[in-house]
């Protein structure tokens, strides 16, 4: 399995952007997919995931601001960042979780398959 993500890049406070991540190499939807980050001299945090059926959770930091989506028939998994923040600067790496009985605190710990980071940097 290989989980490809694009879209990182300058933005600028305020702004928007999105970044988005195809698996290859799976002939079944992934029961989670989402987005982790980690920035300089911290930890990784979990982002956003999203299950196959569409339930969706958010780290407290970006609710409200980002929105996570994906294609369950592609295995592609988005997220749209708005109102974007100087401390949202970070590697974004996209993830995906085969447990069927996966919960949001299991995967705040990690996912199965993992994606290169790309960097977003906000800043003006």
């Known amino acids: 399995v290989q989980l490809q993500a694009s879209g990182g890049g300058l933005v600028q406070p305020g702004g928007s952007h999105g970044l988005s991540c195809a698996a290859n190499?799976?002939?079944?939807?992934?029961?989670?997919m989402g987005w982790y980050r980690q920035a300089p001299g911290q930890r990784r945090e979990l982002v956003a995931a999203i299950t196959t059926g569409g339930s969706k959770h958010y780290s407290g930091s970006v609710k409200g601001r980002f929105t996570i989506s994906r294609d369950n028939g592609k295995n592609v998994v988005n997220l749209q960042m708005n109102s974007l923040k100087a401390e949202d600067t970070a590697v974004y790496y996209c993830?995906?979780?085969?447990?069927?009985?996966?919960?949001?605190?299991?995967?705040?710990?990690?996912?199965?398959?993992w994606g290169k980071g790309t960097l977003v940097t906000v800043s003006s």
């Open positions: 190499g799976s002939n079944f939807s992934f029961n989670a």
């Open positions: 993830a995906a979780d085969n447990r069927i009985t996966g919960s949001w605190d299991e995967y705040a710990d990690g996912m199965d398959y």
